[in-house]
C-alpha cells in the first residue's frame, strides 16, 4: 500500500495563498473579488490577509487551536478587521491533516477528533478576537466563555446553523464532494477563477449561506439560494463564460446595494480549492515515494 507523505509547511502557504487569490479573482456576486470591492473591504484587504495567515496556518507542529489564533491575530494586525475567519476555521484542519500526509479526508477527521480543550480555548479567543458579522449570543458555547468542551462538539452544536461548523462535523463532506466540480471546471477551462465561480455558485445555489442567516436572518438567505439557483447552469452552459460579467456585475452589485455578502459561499470555495491542491500535492508524494 503507497502512502502519501505529509506535505512540507512552505508547499501547503502556497497553496493557501494560491487558492485565496483564485478565489479573489472569481466575479463573485455580493462577495469581494478584484472586479469590485464592498462591504467596506477591498480585494487587498483579502491579499494582505492571505499572506499574513498563510505561514501560521501552515505551521509545522504547530496545535490546531494556534494556528487559527495566530492567523487571526496576524490577519487583525495586518488588515485591521475580520476578513478571513471562516476561511481559517476550514483551511487550519486541511492544512494540519495534509501536514501529517495520508488520505486527506481521514486525516482531517483525525486532526480535529484528537483537539483538546486548550484548541477550543485558543480557537473561542480567535473568534471573539474576529467578531464575525452577526456573531450574538449562542445559547451554549459560546465563544465568549471559557471552554468547556472539545472543539467536535462546540463545532456540532452549530452544524445545524453554520455550513462552516458543520464542515467540522462531517469530515468537510461538502467540501471534499466539490473537489470533483471543481476539477473538472479546471479541465475544461484554463481561466481558474471560472472554476472557483463553479464552486461559489454551487454553494450558492445549494445552500442558504450561514452569513446570510446570521445578519439577515433565514427568510434572506433561502430567497438568496433561490436566486442563484439559475447561475449554475447557465455558467456550465456558457461557451465563453466571459459573456455573463456584465450580468453577474450587476447581481453583484445589487446584492451589495442590499449590504448582502455570501461570505460563507466564499470561505468553503477558498477551502475546495486549498483541499484539491493538498490532494493534487498528496498524490504526487504516493507517487514519488
Keep these: 500500500m503507497i502512502r502519501a507523505t505529509g506535505i512540507a509547511a512552505d508547499a501547503i502557504a502556497a497553496d493557501f495563498l494560491a487558492a485565496c487569490a483564485d478565489e479573489l479573482d472569481a466575479p463573485k456576486p455580493g462577495n469581494v473579488h478584484r472586479f469590485a470591492d464592498g462591504h467596506r473591504m477591498t480585494a487587498g484587504d483579502f491579499l494582505t490577509s492571505a499572506r499574513a495567515s498563510a505561514p501560521r496556518i501552515a505551521a509545522a507542529g504547530t496545535p490546531l487551536g494556534a494556528r487559527i489564533l495566530a492567523a487571526v491575530e496576524a490577519t487583525r494586525a495586518a488588515v485591521g478587521q475580520n476578513t478571513n475567519l471562516g476561511i481559517l476555521l476550514l483551511c487550519a484542519p486541511l492544512a494540519m491533516a495534509a501536514e501529517r500526509g495520508g488520505d486527506l479526508a481521514a486525516s482531517v477527521v483525525r486532526v480535529i477528533a484528537r483537539s483538546d480543550l486548550a484548541d477550543s480555548a485558543a480557537a473561542f479567543r480567535a473568534i471573539a478576537i474576529a467578531n464575525p458579522g452577526g456573531l450574538g449570543e449562542a445559547p451554549e458555547h459560546d465563544v465568549r466563555d471559557p471552554p468547556l468542551v472539545m472543539l467536535p462538539m462546540a463545532m456540532a452544536a452549530a452544524a445545524g446553523?453554520?455550513?462552516?461548523?458543520?464542515?467540522?462535523?462531517?469530515?468537510?463532506?461538502?467540501?471534499?464532494s466539490a473537489i470533483a466540480r471543481y476539477a473538472a471546471s479546471v479541465d475544461c477551462r484554463p481561466d481558474r477563477s471560472w472554476a472557483a465561480l463553479t464552486v461559489y455558485l454551487d454553494f450558492l445555489s445549494q445552500f442558504p449561506d450561514s452569513h446570510v442567516a446570521r445578519k439577515h436572518g433565514a427568510d434572506v438567505a433561502e430567497a438568496l439560494r433561490r436566486e442563484a439557483e439559475p447561475w449554475p447552469e447557465a455558467l456550465a452552459r456558457a461557451s465563453d463564460p466571459a459573456t455573463l460579467l456584465p450580468d453577474l456585475l450587476a447581481w453583484d452589485a445589487s446584492l451589495k446595494s442590499r449590504q448582502i455578502n455570501p461570505g460563507t459561499s466564499a470561505d468553503l470555495t477558498v477551502a475546495t480549492i486549498f483541499a484539491a491542491a493538498l490532494l493534487a500535492r498528496l498524490r504526487t508524494n504516493a507517487v514519488d515515494g
Design 161 to 176: 446553523r453554520d455550513l462552516i461548523a458543520r464542515q467540522w462535523s462531517n469530515g468537510f463532506a461538502e467540501v471534499f
